[in-house]
């Protein structure tokens, strides 16, 4: 989904956002051009309104330019998807602004204490994706009152979640990793600041303040495949990158004497069984979010459950076949400078996150 000269735009600023350790100015103005933190966000409120496989397609696409831009993209406008569940007033006001970028944690790692229309919240959340631009944070806590925690019928405590305006939240600079570098997702807190109940929301279809297909769809498949597209962007650079390289070396009559059938095999076999796991997992995108958008709201479980294991396990496979691969790439792969080196880092970097984190 991206024309040749956005690719070479972000590709030219690579090694200087990796540098910077955040988004260069330059591609933080190509994001507000082209309205990428903007992708879920309705039109009405000034965004691209994208449906699920369009926009998965999309951030694949980013990925494959750059995993590190793209991530921060994909989290960021993932945040910023929030729009569907904000008060509507508060919304227009908020998301039609050009510069309006969410982000924050999904951990329930706050305090909130109910006092009429105000909660007093405190709370320190960890790696926030994009800290550098992002204008509100938001942050999951649990809620009190009286001092004493407000239960659900169910017995569990509630939680909800708030947005916070970018001068109320103090930044922690600890994100330091050999990967994903440029993302800044750096940890954040605050300490007893008075947030209003219409800066708060709950991140269920039940209670989405627009009727958009998007913002019924469940959130954790959602998460689940945005962010499994970008492993699947930068898994597709990688092996490309990878068959560029056999092809340079098989130019050498020892290397391809040795090698070159037995190593174009390998990697001509795991990008078959790639393709045809990419294939289904963009078949069940479709699937799912069309029920809901031809009005099913009861849509079907089995598709999200299988969505989450097919997630899961194209990230283990992925994890597994780069593994595979990477030694076959000699010192080219081990210099830091070569984008073969800056692929695979962002790849190990971005399979720490635990949503689709299989250890075993």
């Known amino acids: 989904m991206l024309n040749e000269q956005l690719e070479k735009t972000i590709k030219e600023y690579q090694h200087a956002a990796i540098k910077a350790k955040q988004l260069t100015p330059a591609l933080l103005e190509l994001i507000y051009e082209q309205q990428w ?44 998807m929030f729009a569907g569940f904000i008060e509507p007033n508060i919304a227009q006001e908020i998301f039609p602004k050009r510069n309006v970028c969410f982000g924050g944690s999904g951990q329930v790692s706050g ?50 979640s708030f947005f916070l305006d970018r001068d109320d939240v103090l930044i922690h600079y600890d994100w330091d990793t050999f990967g994903l570098e440029c993302t800044a997702s750096h940890s954040f807190s605050v300490h007893k600041i008075l947030v209003s109940e219409n800066r708060s929301f709950i991140l269920d279809p039940k209670y989405k303040t627009i009727d958009n297909a998007l913002f019924a769809y469940p959130f954790k498949p959602f998460a689940e495949v945005t962010l499994l597209v970008n492993y699947m962007g930068m898994f597709r650079r990688f092996m490309d990158l990878v068959q560029k390289y056999f092809f340079e070396k098989s130019k050498i009559l020892s290397w391809a004497t040795s090698n070159s059938k037995e190593f174009f095999k390998l990697h001509d076999e795991i990008e078959q069984e790639f393709t045809q796991q990419r294939n289904r997992i963009y078949e069940l995108i479709e699937q799912s979010y069309n029920l809901l958008e031809n009005g099913d709201a009861k849509n079907d479980d089995s598709l999200y459950q299988e969505i989450g294991l097919l997630s899961r396990e194209i990230v283990k496979q992925i994890k597994l076949n780069v593994v595979a691969l990477f030694p076959l790439c000699g010192i080219v792969a081990a210099q830091k400078e070569s984008e073969l080196n800056i692929v695979f880092r962002n790849l190990f970097t971005a399979t720490q996150h635990s949503l689709l984190n299989i250890r075993d």
Request: net charge negative.
């Open 37 to 80: 933190f903007t992708i879920w966000v309705p039109k009405k409120l000034g965004g691209l309104e994208m449906g699920l496989k369009e926009g998965c397609e999309l951030l694949e696409d980013l990925a494959y330019a750059d995993g590190a831009f793209a991530w921060t993209v994909t989290l960021c406008s993932g945040a910023t």
């Open 111 to 160: 305090k909130a204490e109910r006092l009429g229309e105000y909660y007093l919240v405190s709370g320190e959340w960890r790696y926030a994706t994009g800290t550098p631009h992002l204008t509100h944070f938001t942050a999951n806590c649990y809620i009190y009152e009286n001092g004493n925690p407000v239960l659900n019928e169910d017995g569990t405590q509630e939680f909800r």
